[in-house]
Antibody, heavy 128, light 106 residues
Framework: EVQLVQSGAEVKKPGESLKISCKTS????????IGWVRQMPGKGLDWMGI????????RYSPSFQGQVTISADKSVSTAYLQWSSLKASDTAMYYC?????????????????????WGQGTLVTVSS | SYGLTQPPSVSVSPGQTARITCSGD??????AYWYQQKPGQAPVLVIY???ERPSGIPERFSGSSSGTIVTLTISGVQAEDEADYYC?????????FGGGTKLTVL
């Protein structure tokens, strides 16, 4: 069974750094993309970015490029999402999820497919 | 704003049929996917590739597509189906979501 287990809730101050994790099991970590999705309080879902752990190919949504860093550690089958300087507007629930049936043509993701399964979510609260 | 358009809310009585629509210009060319999210829980895929149902999802959940509109239909709605539902597809971005529809079971 494929499982994605995320790290626990975090409370941080503006300007602080943070790295949250998504530990995977039940499949070959290096052979599948894995991504992150944000859900702000009371709002919908926003795709942030994805990474292919096999070669660390990372793609970001334009909305999140430069704002976060996605990484992966093959030795522990874990993906990460990190911030160097948090803002109050980063307060949200963050989900890791595995995208299915991505289509890449000449290096460009032309079709994203769907996300399944999802981690349980990590709540990040940024407040002074 | 979100790339796909959903009604904010739908209400039905138990046993009735709920239909949640999602519209988007790219939907005639791209598959749509549907997720159910209950309060305090992560989203769960209920329909993929417009009409396919993942294993473990009850048969009362079905999907259809017609032009720029896709529809999630829940037949014989049960109290446990009360949740937020999100559609998702590919458009200008590989993953575009709708704003979500809150299904209330009266």
């Amino acid at each position: 069974e494929v499982q994605l287990v995320q790290s626990g809730a975090e409370v941080k101050k503006p300007g602080e750094s943070l790295k949250i994790s998504c530990k995977t099991s039940g499949y070959s970590f290096t052979s599948h993309w894995i991504g992150w999705v944000r859900q702000m309080p009371g709002k919908g879902l926003d795709w942030m970015g994805i990474i292919y752990p096999g070669d660390s190919d990372t793609r970001y949504s334009p909305s999140f490029q430069g704002q976060v860093t996605i990484s992966a550690d093959k030795s522990v089958s874990t993906a990460y999402l990190q911030w160097s300087s948090l803002k109050a507007s980063d307060t949200a629930m963050y989900y890791c999820a595995r995208p299915q049936e991505i289509t890449i043509i000449r290096g460009v993701i032309t079709v994203g497919g769907w996300f399944d399964p999802w981690g349980q979510g990590t709540l990040v609260t940024v407040s002074s | 704003s979100y790339g796909l358009t959903q009604p904010p809310s739908v209400s039905v009585s138990p046993g009735q049929t709920a239909r949640i629509t999602c519209s988007g210009d790219a939907l005639p060319k791209q598959y749509a996917y549907w997720y159910q999210q209950k309060p305090g829980q992560a989203p769960v895929l209920v329909i993929y590739k417009d009409t396919e149902r993942p294993s473990g999802i009850p048969e009362r959940f079905s999907g259809s597509s017609s032009g720029t509109i896709v529809t999630l239909t829940i037949s014989g709605v049960q109290a446990e189906d009360e949740a937020d539902y999100y559609c998702q597809s590919t458009d200008s971005s590989p993953w575009v979501f709708g704003g979500g529809t809150k299904l209330t079971v009266l």
